[in-house]
Each structure stands twice: as structure tokens, then as C-alpha cells.
């Protein structure tokens, strides 16, 4: 393989610039269109092997299920989070806050404004 054959390691492309600025190949489009001229026969296909007795039941679950989903979509999804709370009470956060600020003096951050250094910072339980 040359060096012009090789593909970039990583991120092959600069910030901003599309990695195929003409947009999709045109004979993706072609296909469609040839593929879309079976639609009917497909359907036609799946309607037989729902009604076939002698099929599998995961076929003709799977057909079924197919011409639902052409028919009137896909089944919503309902997705349920609990999400925990995790209260801290205001020492807490102080005792927190002081952490952070004394860590950025200490790394020599420069903090605007008036400040003074907090020495009361316990260690988180």
C-alpha cells in the first residue's frame, strides 16, 4: 500500500469540513427506486407467509409484525428513569466549594476578585 492509499489514523478530516462534500452517491438513490418496485410483491409475500399455518410461528409473528409496522409504524417506546436524588445540606457544600477554590490557589489559578484562602476543609465522608 502506498502513502497515498493509506487511510489517516484518527480524525481524517479538519474541523468543519465534510468528509464528502458532494453528498450521497447517486446510484443509492437508483437502487431505492429499483428495490421500491417490489413493494407490492413484498407485501404480497409477507400477507402469505402470516396466513401460511404450515410456516413457523416466529415467521408468521415476523411477517405479521413487518406489515404492522408499514402499515402504522412502529409502537412507541415508553422509557421509565428514576433518578435518584442526592441532596447535600449547605455545610456540605461550602465545605465542597472551599475544596475546589483552595486546590485552584494552589495550583496558582488566578481567581478575579477579593478572596481569602478557607482552611476548614474535612475530608469527605
Known sequence: MTDLTKRPIGK????????NPSGRRREIGHVRDLARQYTEEAIDTLAEI???KTASSSARAAASNMLLERAWGK?????EAVVAEKTIDIDEAARRI????NSAIERGVD??????EVTDVPSET
Open 12 to 19: 481524517p478530516f479538519k474541523k468543519g469540513i465534510s468528509g
Open 50 to 52: 402470516m396466513r401460511d
Open 75 to 79: 409502537s412507541t417506546q415508553i422509557i
Open 98 to 101: 472551599a475544596f475546589m477554590l
Open 111 to 116: 481567581l478575579e476578585g477579593d478572596y481569602t
